[in-house]
Nanobody, 123 residues
Framework: QVKLQESGPGLVKPSQTLSLTCTVS??????????WSWIRQPPGKELEWMGA???????YYSPSLKSRTSISRDTSKNQFTLQLSSVTPEDTAVYYC???????????????RGQGTQVTVSS
C-alpha cells in the first residue's frame, strides 16, 4: 500500500515562497513509469494540477504556474518537494501530492493521493 503524506507550514505571508514536502512510503519515487504530482484546490474551486516529477527526475509544470513553481526530490528520503514563489492570497488552497502512472497533467487519474494540507497565504 502506497502512502503519501504532505508536510509544511500552514501559513505563509504574501510574497514569500511556499515549500511543501511529500513523503512517500510503500513504494519508491524512482520506480519506473510513475509520476509524482502536486495538485491544489482553492476554496470553492476545482482541483488544479500544478506540476510533477517523473521517476527519472524530469519535471513538468502547468503553464500558468511554471514561472513560480519548482519541484525537486530527495531519493534517499523518498520525498519530493514543491516550492511556489511570490505567493498571494489567491494561492490559499488545500495542497495534495499524488501518484499517477504513465503520464501527468490536469486530466490524469491518480491511484494514490495524500490527505492534503491546508495552506493559507495571509499577512
Amino acid at each position: 500500500q502506497v502512502k503519501l503524506q504532505e508536510s509544511g507550514p500552514g501559513l505563509v505571508k504574501p510574497s514569500q515562497t511556499l515549500s511543501l514536502t511529500c513523503t512517500v512510503s510503500g513504494g519508491s519515487i524512482t520506480t519506473a513509469n510513475y509520476y509524482w504530482s502536486w495538485i491544489r484546490q482553492p476554496p470553492g474551486k476545482e482541483l488544479e494540477w500544478m506540476g510533477a516529477m517523473d521517476y527519472r527526475g524530469s519535471t513538468y509544470y502547468s503553464p500558468s504556474l511554471k514561472s513560480r513553481t519548482s519541484i525537486s526530490r530527495d531519493t534517499s528520503k523518498n520525498q519530493f518537494t514543491l516550492q511556489l514563489s511570490s505567493v498571494t492570497p489567491e494561492d490559499t488552497a488545500v495542497y495534495y501530492c499524488a501518484r499517477s502512472k504513465y503520464g501527468v497533467g490536469p486530466a490524469i487519474e491518480y491511484d494514490y493521493r495524500g490527505q492534503g494540507t491546508q495552506v493559507t497565504v495571509s499577512s
